[in-house]
Every structure is written in C-alpha cells, then in structure tokens.
C-alpha cells in the first residue's frame, strides 16, 4: 500500500465521507470503508467516556498530517488537534502573510504544536500551543475569543490592561468585518453576525494585517494563492539554535549538557589526552559552500602515519549540490630542513604506494618532463597512481588543446598530445619512471614498503633551505622568541636601515 493510500487528500475525504450512509449500522465492512477512526476517550470535564475521532489526511504542497477531534456527549466538551505524521525538518520556517483581501481571510492554516503566531500591527505574540488546523479567520477568531472570556474580570481588576486587550479585540474584529459582537449569553445564531465569507472575496479589508507563523520544527503552513510567487506569501527557511533544538528535544537540558562536558573534559584530561584530543576525534566546523552558499559542515581529523609525523585530513561535502573537496595540512611544527624524497617505480606495486603530498610539495618526472610547482592540487594523500591520474585528469580537462577555444599550433598540440600518452603510459607502469617530491618544510611522505629498514628504491635528502625559499613560506619575518628583546633591537635595526639606503 503506498503512502498515498494510507494519507489521501482531504478533498477525497470529504467525498467519501458524504458518499457514505450517515446513520448506517457500526458493522466491520463499514468501519473498514469510513474516512475516520472513532475510539472512546475519557473526558477531562465530567470523568465520562467520549469520541475521539482521526482522520488521516495529506495538504497539498505541504504534507501528511493526523487530524484528531473530541467530543462528549454528557458535557458538551469539545477539541480539536492537528499533529505532523512526519519528522522534524532539517529546519525550522517562517511564514509572512499580508491580509489585504477578503480572500486572504480563507487561506488555510497548519499551526504546530511549536510554532509561534505573531500580529507585529498588535504587537500580539501567541506562544506554541496545541496543534490546530484552520485557516486565517479561525484564527482571528479564536483569538478574540480566548482574549474577550477574561475581560469582565479584567475590567475590575486591572482596568489598564483591560483598554489594551480591548483595542486589540476591536482592531481584529474590524480586520474580520463584523457589525456587532456575538453575545454567548444571549444565544445568537451565527447568522446574525456578517461574517467575512458572506461579502466579497475581492474588496480589500477594513484594516490590513501581517500575520508571521515561526516554526522551528518546519511542520506548519500558510496556504498560498495560485503559486509561491504569490506576492503577498513569503516562505523562509532558517537554521535553528541550540535552544530551540532543546525545546524540540534533539539536544539534552542545558544542565544535562554542561554536565556531560565538563565530564568528558575531565576524562580527557585523566587520561592524558590533553587539548589535541586523540586520534579518533573527528571534528565539525560550520561553513557555507562556495558553489550553492548553503551551509555545509567540514570535518577535520588528526591521523598519525608510521615512521613520519602528525596530519590533519580536512573533508568537506555539501549534501545540497554535491559539492567535495579535500586538503591535507601539517599537524606539527614547521622542520629545520627540507627534504627531498627521489623514488625509482618499476612496477605496478610501486604505484600502489601512500603518498602525501603538501601544498609546499614540488613534484617531478624527469623521463617525462613533468614538472609541477609548489601549490599545484593542494595538499593531496592518496597514492602514487591516485596523484599521477589526477594529474592527468587536470592536464586533459582543462587544457584546451581542440575546438575553437585552442590557442596551440598544430606542433605544440602534437607535442603535448605525446606528453599525455606519456603520462598515461607511467600511471599504468608500463614503463619505469623516477618520482621526486621537493618540500622546503618537509611535510610530504612516500611509504617506506621495507619499513622500519631502508628502501633500496627510495633517497630521501634532507638541505638547508635557501634564503628565497624561506621568503616565499614567509619564514624570513617569522618571529617566535625574545619577543621582549625586540623593543631594544629597533634602534640598531633602524640605523642599519639607514645605512643600507645610504
């Protein structure tokens, strides 16, 4: 049975239901056929047993929704509720409606159990309550009657606060257009009163409204007209707080939570961890993609590679557009000497190889004369074969070499056609190669595959590094010691300046 079966639309509800015989007998095959589920509750009122009824019903452009209504039959009491028969949405909402119509007042309503209504031309905020299916006048309805049962009392009590709950009572029901007041002693019919629904849809309202619906769990709705470029309906969507996810009950209480840390930190420290965490803590940073601007989350993890030193793996995957990038950065201190790793490839074995290759890391193929400078693809680990293939792949995508937007004479991209034949050739080792990674901070790694002894097919180097190449890392500027001692240099400093101008 699909979904569709179990929530169909509310309008095929009601033609069932008017379809079906409204005094028929309570037998099986009946009950089995009814819109509605009946069951007997207990009414808080009078301690009797009423009708609890349920209907489960989908809204268009919304989603499926239980309708649940109750009623006793020794009282009087009546209710009615609405709950989400979904999740709670990655995000909450927010509805803006501007009533200036009549017809705005038919607009359909899902209010949520955590979704809050506020009247900014009132300055009436309702605080989360039951759930409730209407539409706008229900609302405004409700509310001058939830905010007109106190005011004889009120009148006495606090005559101040009366006046400023009556201004608001008088400013909806001239919103709603009634000519006189409903009177629950007197008895009225409701058709004494001129209701909205009876005067036209189209002459605007005696007084114009914004009713904004905020809704953190993302389970209410405000109809709109026609499409969502409707201009008086406005639609967002935000990322909740920490609060509000308490409220919701996806984060434990403050105090739970502050309990739990201050624990966790406790064990860490106890057990020597420390600030640097251990090796299986993977972090989370909140970002904003750079393709779609919608926020993403970067994950970073401290991994430790055998016989070299401290990296931190940073990924990050964007579930709206499917954007991913990757990048490798030091975890230590920044090395004495560089060094330069040469390794002879002779085999598909060879190709197979980790490889950690920092944004510092020159790389070099000799028999090819391939050449990448230091920055080229970022921080990248993979392996041997991994790093050649992406090579390629950046080389034949995005050199333009045919088409109207090559700017090669045909001798260059006869010439470079043979290097990417060479290059493919190498990365499925067809033939021997010599690999060279350079790294003025010695933060790139070749696996050692006869470790912890030496590689007869590996030379690592290690060299001072030049004064240009600590210029260009910025090392030159660098000052990590004798801070103080700095005040008292400036003056020799400035004169050495002097005479070097001179």
Same mark, same amino acid.
């Given at each position: 049975?699909?979904?569709? &079966?179990?929530? !169909? @639309?509310? %309008? #095929? +509800?009601?033609?069932?239901?008017?379809?079906?015989?409204?005094?028929?007998? /309570?037998?099986?095959?009946?009950?089995?056929?009814?819109?509605?589920?009946?069951?007997?509750?207990?009414?808080?009122?009078?301690?009797?047993?009423?009708?609890?009824?349920?209907?489960?019903?989908?809204?268009?452009?919304?989603?499926?929704?239980?309708?649940?209504?109750?009623?006793?039959?020794?009282?009087?009491?009546?209710?009615?509720?609405?709950?989400?028969?979904?999740?709670?949405?990655?995000?909450?909402?927010?509805?803006?409606?501007?009533?200036?119509?009549?017809?705005?007042?038919?607009?359909?309503?899902?209010?949520?159990?955590?979704?809050?209504?506020?009247?900014?031309?009132?300055?009436? &905020?309702?605080? !989360? @309550?039951? %759930? #409730? +299916?209407?539409?706008?006048?229900?609302?405004?309805?409700?509310?001058?009657? /939830?905010?007109?049962?106190?005011?004889?009392?009120?009148?006495?009590?606090?005559?101040?606060?009366?006046?400023?709950?009556?201004?608001?009572?008088?400013?909806?029901?001239?919103?709603?257009?009634?000519?006189?007041?409903?009177?629950?002693?007197?008895?009225?019919?409701?058709?004494?009163?001129?209701?909205?629904?009876?005067?036209?849809?189209?002459?605007?309202?005696?007084?114009?409204?914004?009713?904004?619906?905020?809704?953190?769990?993302?389970?209410?709705?405000?109809?709109?007209?026609?499409?969502?470029?409707?201009?008086?309906?406005?639609?967002?969507?935000?990322?909740?707080?920490?609060?509000?996810?308490?409220?919701?009950?996806?984060?434990?209480?403050?105090?739970?939570?502050?309990?739990?840390?201050?624990?966790?930190?406790?064990?860490?420290?106890?057990?020597?961890?420390?600030?640097?965490?251990?090796?299986?803590?993977?972090?989370?940073?909140?970002?904003?993609?750079?393709?779609?601007?919608?926020?993403?989350?970067?994950?970073?993890?401290k991994v430790s590679i055998p016989y070299f030193k401290d990296t931190l793996i940073m990924s990050t995957n964007c579930e709206h557009c499917g954007y991913r990038d990757n990048e490798v950065k030091s975890g230590a201190a920044i090395s004495e000497k560089g060094k330069r790793i040469t390794l002879k490839i002779e085999d598909r074995e060879d190709l197979s190889r980790d490889i950690l290759k920092s944004e510092t890391c020159g790389l070099t193929i000799p028999e090819i004369d391939l050449a990448l400078q230091p920055g080229t693809l970022g921080g990248r680990f993979t392996t041997v074969e991994g790093i050649l293939e992406q090579v390629y792949e950046e080389l034949s995508e995005k050199v333009y070499t045919v088409g109207d937007s090559?700017?090669?004479?045909?001798?260059?991209?006869?010439?470079?056609?043979?290097?990417?034949?060479?290059?493919?050739?190498?990365?499925?080792?067809?033939?021997?190669?010599?690999?060279?990674?350079?790294?003025?901070?010695?933060?790139?790694?070749?696996?050692?595959?006869?470790?912890?002894?030496?590689?007869?097919?590996?030379?690592?180097?290690?060299?001072?590094?030049?004064?240009?190449?600590?210029?260009?890392?910025?090392?030159?500027?660098?000052?990590?010691?004798?801070?103080?001692?700095?005040?008292?240099?400036?003056?020799?400093?400035?004169?050495?300046?002097?005479?070097?101008?001179?």
């Amino acid at each position: 049975m699909t979904q569709n &079966q179990f929530f !169909p @639309a509310i %309008g #095929q +509800l009601a033609q069932s239901a008017d379809a079906g015989p409204g005094n028929a007998p /309570d037998t099986g095959t009946q009950d089995d056929d009814r819109p509605l589920e009946e069951v007997q509750s207990l009414c808080m009122q009078c301690g009797e047993q009423g009708i609890t009824r349920m209907m489960l019903t989908s809204i268009p452009y919304f989603k499926e929704v239980i309708v649940m209504s109750f009623r006793c039959e020794h009282c009087g009491s009546a209710n009615n509720e609405i709950q989400s028969a979904g999740t709670i949405k990655d995000e909450g909402v927010l509805y803006t409606l501007k009533v200036l119509h009549r017809a705005d007042l038919d607009r359909q309503i899902v209010r949520s159990e955590a979704c809050t209504v506020e009247i900014p031309d009132f300055e009436l &905020q309702l605080p !989360p @309550a039951r %759930g #409730q +299916l209407t539409t706008v006048e229900g609302l405004l309805r409700d509310i001058v009657a /939830d905010l007109s049962s106190d005011q004889p009392v009120r009148r006495i009590l606090d005559e101040a606060a009366y006046t400023k709950i009556q201004q608001i009572i008088d400013g909806i029901k001239e919103v709603l257009g009634d000519e006189r007041e409903v009177e629950d002693e007197a008895g009225e019919e409701a058709g004494q009163v001129s209701s909205a629904t009876e005067k036209n849809k189209e002459d605007p309202v005696k007084k114009a409204i914004t009713i904004k619906l905020d809704d953190p769990s993302g389970n209410s709705f405000v109809e709109f007209l026609g499409s969502i470029s409707d201009p008086k309906w406005t639609f967002k969507t935000y990322a909740r707080n920490a609060e509000q996810n308490r409220v919701l009950g996806l984060l434990p209480p403050e105090e739970a939570s502050t309990e739990q840390e201050s624990t966790s930190e406790e064990k860490k420290e106890a057990d020597g961890e420390g600030a640097e965490g251990t090796n299986e803590d993977i972090y989370e940073f909140m970002g904003v993609c750079s393709r779609c601007a919608r926020p993403l989350v970067t994950r970073m993890k401290k991994v430790s590679i055998p016989y070299f030193k401290d990296t931190l793996i940073m990924s990050t995957n964007c579930e709206h557009c499917g954007y991913r990038d990757n990048e490798v950065k030091s975890g230590a201190a920044i090395s004495e000497k560089g060094k330069r790793i040469t390794l002879k490839i002779e085999d598909r074995e060879d190709l197979s190889r980790d490889i950690l290759k920092s944004e510092t890391c020159g790389l070099t193929i000799p028999e090819i004369d391939l050449a990448l400078q230091p920055g080229t693809l970022g921080g990248r680990f993979t392996t041997v074969e991994g790093i050649l293939e992406q090579v390629y792949e950046e080389l034949s995508e995005k050199v333009y070499t045919v088409g109207d937007s090559s700017t090669m004479v045909d001798e260059d991209r006869r010439k470079f056609q043979d290097f990417l034949k060479q290059l493919k050739e190498i990365t499925n080792a067809e033939k021997p190669f010599t690999l060279i990674l350079d790294d003025p901070l010695a933060n790139s790694y070749l696996q050692n595959l006869y470790a912890p002894d030496p590689d007869p097919n590996m030379e690592i180097v290690t060299y001072e590094r030049t004064w240009q190449q600590n210029e260009d890392l910025g090392l030159n500027d660098m000052k990590v010691e004798n801070y103080t001692a700095e005040d008292a240099n400036e003056p020799g400093e400035e004169k050495r300046l002097e005479e070097v101008t001179t």
